[in-house]
């Protein structure tokens, strides 16, 4: 069967008791797209993720994978998951437990492979029980790409690794990339998304609020950032400028949110002793908090 879209979400929905989890949830992924799904907790990511790979069944709506029903997908070999927690055999070596994995595939990658692309075959004989969460979750990625997946899809897949496992980690899920792989991954380090994402899909509240590439959802943002070191600094007053959204101060550096930041710069200079100044466009984080804070303002 030839279809042009990887997964595809139509009006899904899903209610736990009186929380909508996910409330009519339109996604077209295409293949080879890499896709990082963002939001607070309690966005509806995690349902959205457990509805695609046939965990949960929505109320309403239509999922598909590669034109098929999630199960089928799954079952064909086509999707691979790597989740934030759940089934690990602790007593079991990590060697072992690719084992298992390999012999529920029809032609696996060899678990040996999935070791090396993941970054862990010296741990190919230590139990899971003694391994740090950032190492489980290197085992959960050998065991997701067994096997040879179209789709991965990841939960929060860095949690509990430090800077250096996470930058090791995105170096080998690149290389799964570059073989042309498509990938959905939730995460809540803005900075994996603004790297590593083709397209960044924002939800609040059950539902999608912005889709786009990274540029275009910071480009959605209008306003600048201006850093200064302000002597003495009047924090009522500067939040009085117009044009001025928000301060902060961080040790002695003030950081205005502004709408005009020209505005801001001239009464910095005219009035104060600032120094040390430097105005960035929004970045994505910034752009993620100003649409959230859109939303609130609409609900």
């Known amino acids: 069967m030839t279809t042009t879209t990887a997964v595809t979400l139509t009006g899904v929905t899903k209610r736990y008791g009186e929380v909508q989890a996910v409330a009519g949830v339109d996604l077209a992924i295409r293949p080879g797209e890499v896709v990082a799904l963002l ?40 999707v691979g998951v790597m989740l934030q927690s759940g089934g690990i055999i602790e007593d079991a070596k990590v060697g072992e437990l690719l084992d298992l994995v390999a012999g529920l595939h029809q032609e696996p990658l060899q678990p040996q492979e999935a070791l090396q692309r993941a970054g862990i075959a010296d741990l190919k004989g230590r139990k899971m029980k003694g391994l740090s969460g950032g190492q489980k979750q290197r085992v959960r990625f050998a065991m997701a790409i ?14 509990g690794m430090d800077v250096e496992a996470r930058r090791d980690f995105w170096a080998s899920m690149h290389a799964e990339t570059a073989h042309g792989r498509t990938v959905l991954f939730a995460t809540h380090y803005l900075e994996e998304a603004d790297s590593y994402a083709d397209r960044v899909v924002l939800m609040r509240n059950g ?14 943002v209008s306003g600048r950032t201006i850093r200064a070191t302000v002597p003495g600094a009047d924090l009522a007053a500067l ?40 105005v960035t466009s929004a970045d994505l984080e910034d752009a993620v908090l100003a649409i959230g804070a859109e939303q609130e303002t609409l609900a």
């Open 39 to 78: 939001g607070p907790n309690g966005a509806g990511k995690s349902t959205t993720i457990e509805v695609l790979l046939g965990l949960v069944r929505p109320d309403q709506g239509d999922v598909r994978v590669y034109g098929d029903s999630p199960t089928n997908a799954i079952a064909a070999g086509r």
């Open 207 to 220: 539902r999608i609020v912005a889709d786009g590439t990274s540029a275009q959802i910071k480009a959605s």
């Open 239 to 278: 939040a009085a400028l117009p044009g001025v959204r928000d301060v902060e101060t961080r040790g002695d550096v003030e950081l205005l949110q502004c709408a005009d930041s020209d505005d801001t710069l001239r009464y910095l200079l005219a009035n104060t002793l600032a120094h040390d100044i430097e």
């Open 146 to 159: 067994i096997p040879q997946p179209d789709l991965i899809v990841l939960d929060e897949p860095t949690t």
